[in-house]
């Protein structure tokens, strides 16, 4: 089986040991494939938050524990064009509309509505802006009024029909295009947003198997829906365990004392810090093939 995985950090802070655990995992599902390739790509879209000596850093960090990529490493703000070919195909079925609201208008929203449903990333929208007028929406971008692009998660449903992926861990999963609803797939301040850009930029590099932790498995959901909508291929997924913090918390870039370059700078080798994340490592890999 020809394998290609991918390790894919947004470039806005220093690799931790929760990037350890999703690297080792991708280079192993690569390299127990005889001619398997694992690539780097830098999701660096996320605006005035991207420093270019996090780029140096993530990739120092990375040969440092020996977890070599192959080819050079890609940067994803490098394939806007490509991002914005995708939306445009999305525009022209109507599958995507615009929306102006803001995040306090969404919350007051679900407050007048009495309810709040909440998807991995936070509430999710109740579809405001879908319900405006043609006439509404043209006079709103006309005047200047900021706006995202958002997926018509039940019309986009409705011509795809049922789709499942397949996870190396959870098997044959059915999608439900409701779990995240419509997602933001494009922002005027940062073009095209993670959804879109991932599933367009995994088919890019031929990417046969994803590997993710576990708290993006309700996005895939989202990503499938795009895959068949677009017409990409479709990977085989694999969402693995995280490694959690004292509290039981996922670890996050803003505690500097799980970076790899403070544990590195405190004396530890690479051997001790990729022993940090075995355990979880050993539960988390599966083998393939």
């Known amino acids: 089986m020809f394998v290609r995985t991918r390790f894919a950090p947004s470039p806005t802070g220093r690799l931790h040991l929760g990037h350890v655990l999703a690297a080792r995992v991708a280079h192993e599902i690569a390299r127990q494939s005889p001619n398997g390739v694992f690539l780097l790509r830098h999701e660096d879209i996320d605006g005035p938050r991207v420093r270019e000596d996090f780029y140096a850093g993530i990739e120092e960090d990375l040969k440092w524990l020996d977890l070599e990529w192959n080819g050079p490493a890609l940067r994803q703000s490098s394939r ?24 306090k208008e969404i919350q007051d929203e679900w407050i007048r509505m009495g309810a709040a449903p909440h998807g991995n990333c936070g509430q999710i929208y109740p579809r405001t802006c879908q319900k405006l007028r043609e006439t509404e929406r043209s006079k709103k971008i006309a005047s200047g009024t900021p706006f995202a692009w958002r997926l018509d998660s039940q019309k986009a449903s409705l011509i795809t029909g049922p789709l499942t992926f397949t996870d190396l861990r959870h098997g044959v999963i059915s999608v439900n295009p409701d779990l995240l609803g419509d997602v933001i797939l494009a922002r005027k301040d940062i073009g095209s947003a993670y959804h879109l850009a991932v599933v367009v930029d995994d088919s ?71 022993g940090m994340t075995q355990p979880v490592f050993e539960e988390a890999i599966v083998k393939i093939g």
């Open 80 to 103: 806007s064009l490509d991002h914005e070919a995708a939306l445009e195909t999305l525009q022209k079925v109507g599958l995507v509309y615009p929306c102006f609201c803001t995040r």
């Open 204 to 274: 890019y590099q031929h990417v046969t198997h994803v590997t993710r932790g576990e708290d993006l498995l309700t996005s895939t959901h989202i990503h499938r829906i795009l895959q068949a909508l677009l017409g990409l291929q479709e990977p085989v997924y694999l969402h693995h365990s995280l490694v959690l913090d004292e509290a039981g918390e996922r670890l996050a870039k803003r505690n500097d004392a799980n970076s790899i370059q403070n544990l590195r700078e405190n004396g530890l080798s690479p051997a001790e810090v990729l």
